[in-house]
């Protein structure tokens, strides 16, 4: 009845167009915070594919290898849809990493070396929570570091009598 078809070319058209008007209609508020999550989405979006892709490898499947997926490069990982829908909605997804599972070495049954690839990338997801954290606990808590964004906090609140900076940073320096 309906014969559509789309090209790769008129897909990523049609969504660069739905996020350049997302991001007009986000305002500034929209566009910081997409500068400020995107580092993090990427990371978290290319580490969690290449540990599907590493980890079906080190079983023995080499598709991923001959797909150019073990590597940390997120172009290697990103779908374009699945990247817009995660800006946009706040949900979205990477390019699945394809696997073929007769490849696999034998160590494990067919079915465990499936969950074990599969659960690779939400664990490796859990361990960068983890690293990131305690980064983040380091420039938290360490005096250095108060110091300096107490100072950009000033800078960027300008007088200290009119905002009352104390108001919004309550740290013992």
Known sequence: MFNFAFDKRTITIVLVIIL??????????????????????????????????????????????????????????????????????????????????????????ISKAEAIVSAAGPITNLLLAFVFLIIYYAIRFNKCFRRIIYAMAKYYYGNYNKYNINKHFTWNI
């Open 20 to 109: 350049v008007l997302w991001l007009i209609s986000a305002g500034t508020a929209g566009i910081l915070d997409l500068v400020l999550t995107m580092p993090a989405v990427l990371i978290a979006l290319t580490f969690h594919e290449f540990a599907h892709a590493y980890i079906a490898y080190k079983l023995g499947d080499d598709t991923p290898k001959y797909q150019g997926r073990i590597n940390l490069n997120p172009l290697s990982h990103i779908d374009p849809v699945g990247f817009v829908f995660l800006i946009v909605a706040g949900f979205g997804w990477g390019k699945p990493v394809q696997i073929d599972p007769r490849n696999f070495n034998g160590k494990y049954s």
